[in-house]
């Protein structure tokens, strides 16, 4: 049992001590936000903040966010009241097959918590982990841009 706060709420997911913070996410957490991509931290699409940094979920063991805060993209806003980020990645139309979105987003969030208006070279820099194979990235670069206006 690993018991932490994910997207604002205490939760206590009863885990097998092997899991990755991944399989506790969508397994027993029941979120299909972040994804498996590569299992190797080469891909960002399981990408979620632990105390607001990005961390990748499929090689942190569950058990090392005990006491900690998780969020996921389920956790960043709702479809009634959305992030702006993810109101400016849907007037941007940044997605393609939107995959990798998940992981995108949680790392630009963690991004504009640190700085409010990054240049393209700070977007670029904090995006670096994540591959998007749908080659979405301008659209989403002007996605993160709108987002700090």
Same mark, same amino acid.
Request: aromatic share 4%.
């Given at each position: 049992?690993?018991?932490?706060?994910?997207?604002?709420?205490?939760?206590?997911? $009863?885990?097998? +001590? $092997?899991? /990755? &913070?991944?399989?506790?996410?969508?397994?027993?957490? #029941?979120?299909?936000?972040?994804?498996? #991509?590569?299992?190797?931290?080469?891909?960002?699409?399981?990408?979620?903040?632990?105390?607001?940094?990005?961390?990748?979920?499929? *090689?942190?063991? =569950? @058990?090392?966010?005990? @006491?900690?805060?998780?969020? *996921?993209?389920? @956790?960043?806003? *709702?479809?009634? =009241?959305?992030?702006? &980020?993810?109101?400016?990645?849907?007037?941007?139309?940044?997605?393609?097959?939107?995959?990798?979105?998940?992981?995108?987003?949680? /790392?630009?969030?963690?991004? &504009?918590?640190?700085?409010?208006?990054? +240049?393209? +070279?700070?977007?670029?820099?904090?995006?670096?982990?994540?591959?998007?194979?749908?080659?979405?990235?301008?659209?989403?670069?002007? =996605?993160?841009? #709108?987002? *700090?206006?």
């Amino acid at each position: 049992m690993v018991q932490f706060t994910l997207n604002g709420a205490v939760v206590a997911l $009863e885990v097998p +001590d $092997e899991a /990755s &913070l991944l399989q506790a996410l969508r397994g027993p957490g #029941g979120l299909s936000g972040p994804r498996f #991509g590569c299992g190797n931290e080469l891909c960002g699409c399981c990408m979620v903040l632990v105390e607001g940094v990005p961390r990748y979920a499929c *090689t942190l063991g =569950a @058990g090392a966010v005990a @006491g900690l805060a998780v969020v *996921t993209v389920e @956790g960043l806003g *709702t479809p009634e =009241a959305p992030h702006p &980020l993810q109101a400016a990645f849907l007037a941007e139309q940044a997605g393609q097959c939107g995959y990798c979105l998940s992981g995108i987003l949680v /790392s630009a969030a963690a991004l &504009l918590e640190r700085d409010r208006s990054p +240049d393209e +070279d700070a977007i670029r820099a904090a995006l670096e982990p994540h591959l998007c194979r749908c080659g979405s990235h301008n659209r989403i670069i002007r =996605a993160i841009q #709108g987002a *700090t206006t």
